[in-house]
């Protein structure tokens, strides 16, 4: 479990107690972003019962938030009409008590990222272990348990209280393509391919290195997007990847039937019609 108390709290501690009406501003003033039950408790100088009892009237003022048990964030006053800050500012620090590792994944990944063409009215988080859907504040987080968590490209996006773990741009463009059903379906996926193709980092070598640790009808649906929709060059990597499965033909759209239209490039049953609107 993530050790939350620091230096800080401890010289706090030897020097006395603070008053429950003082405690969100203090902990603001030093820094502090989150706090345990234990913090807390040490903090006020009372039992953990008495801790809870005393938050309640600061927890109703959108002064403070509890976003899993036993984890506190102190609510800065621009994000009190929200009744929490937004998923990025304690996203992090919630994994690391949890002790779960974790990424930001598909259309979540894909704004960071830039895709800001449909604003996301979720917090897509990909995680080791089942956890509740929860919304905190404004904020509708929606947790997918995926067992390439440790393995998946990804890198450690800045934000206000430090760093969150994001999957790569490759990476989320093939997450993007495997859970349709996560990304609001077929439009929508062409729709975030379309935009996160448009940079100028490349990007098709690490989808290749990366394919694997999806099915091949991701790295399918994404190669025929990206030659049908975008500028994309280098293509012929990924179609050549395309072939090298035993599954002889993909489906466009997995909960459809088959139809007569094939294409043989990137072995790829065009069942159903995109019509991207970016």
């Given at each position: 479990?993530?050790?939350?108390m620091?230096?800080?709290?401890?010289?706090?501690?030897?020097?006395?107690?603070?008053?429950?009406?003082?405690v969100?501003?203090?902990?603001?003033?030093?820094?502090?972003?989150?706090?345990?039950?234990?913090?807390?408790?040490?903090?006020?100088?009372?039992?953990?019962?008495?801790?809870?009892?005393?938050?309640?009237?600061?927890?109703?003022?959108?002064?403070?938030?509890?976003?899993?048990?036993?984890?506190?964030?102190?609510?800065?006053?621009?994000?009190?009409?929200?009744?929490?800050?937004?998923?990025?500012?304690?996203?992090?620090?919630?994994?690391?008590?949890?002790?779960?590792?974790?990424?930001?994944?598909?259309?979540?990944?894909?704004?960071?990222?830039?895709?800001?063409?449909?604003?996301?009215?979720v917090?897509?988080?990909?995680?080791?272990?089942?956890?509740?859907?929860?919304?905190?504040?404004?904020?509708?987080?929606?947790?997918?348990?995926?067992?390439?968590?440790?393995?998946?490209?990804?890198f450690?996006?800045k934000?206000?209280?430090?760093?969150?773990?994001?999957?790569?741009?490759?990476?989320?463009?093939?997450?993007?393509?495997?859970?349709?059903?996560?990304?609001?379906?077929?439009?929508?996926?062409a729709?975030?391919?379309?935009?996160?193709?448009?940079?100028e980092?490349?990007?098709?070598?690490?989808?290749?290195?990366?394919?694997?640790?999806?099915?091949?009808?991701?790295?399918?649906?994404?190669?025929?997007?990206?030659?049908?929709?975008?500028?994309?060059?280098?293509?012929?990597?990924?179609?050549?990847?395309?072939?090298?499965?035993?599954?002889?033909?993909?489906?466009?759209?997995?909960?459809?039937?088959?139809?007569?239209?094939?294409?043989?490039?990137?072995?790829?049953?065009?069942?159903?019609?995109?019509?991207?609107?970016?």
């Amino acid at each position: 479990m993530l050790c939350i108390m620091n230096a800080v709290i401890r010289e706090k501690i030897k020097n006395g107690t603070i008053r429950t009406a003082e405690v969100v501003s203090w902990l603001l003033s030093h820094g502090i972003t989150a706090v345990t039950n234990e913090d807390l408790s040490a903090l006020l100088g009372v039992s953990k019962n008495q801790m809870l009892q005393r938050l309640a009237p600061l927890v109703k003022r959108s002064e403070i938030i509890s976003p899993c048990r036993g984890l506190w964030i102190p609510i800065p006053f621009e994000y009190r009409q929200w009744g929490a800050p937004e998923a990025m500012y304690y996203i992090d620090k919630m994994m690391r008590f949890l002790e779960c590792d974790y990424y930001i994944g598909w259309m979540s990944a894909a704004a960071i990222l830039g895709a800001k063409h449909h604003a996301v009215q979720v917090f897509q988080v990909a995680t080791e272990i089942p956890m509740r859907n929860r919304v905190v504040g404004r904020s509708d987080f929606r947790f997918f348990q995926r067992g390439n968590v440790g393995s998946l490209p990804s890198f450690r996006h800045k934000t206000q209280t430090g760093a969150i773990t994001v999957s790569t741009r490759a990476a989320t463009m093939l997450s993007v393509t495997n859970d349709l059903s996560i990304v609001a379906g077929l439009d929508n996926a062409a729709n975030i391919i379309i935009e996160l193709s448009e940079t100028e980092e490349p990007f098709i070598v690490e989808v290749a290195a990366c394919s694997s640790l999806f099915p091949i009808s991701a790295l399918r649906r994404l190669g025929w997007i990206l030659e049908s929709f975008t500028e994309t060059s280098e293509l012929d990597i990924l179609a050549e990847l395309s072939q090298e499965s035993t599954v002889k033909v993909s489906k466009l759209t997995s909960h459809k039937a088959y139809s007569d239209h094939v294409n043989n490039r990137w072995s790829l049953d065009l069942n159903e019609r995109i019509v991207p609107d970016v």
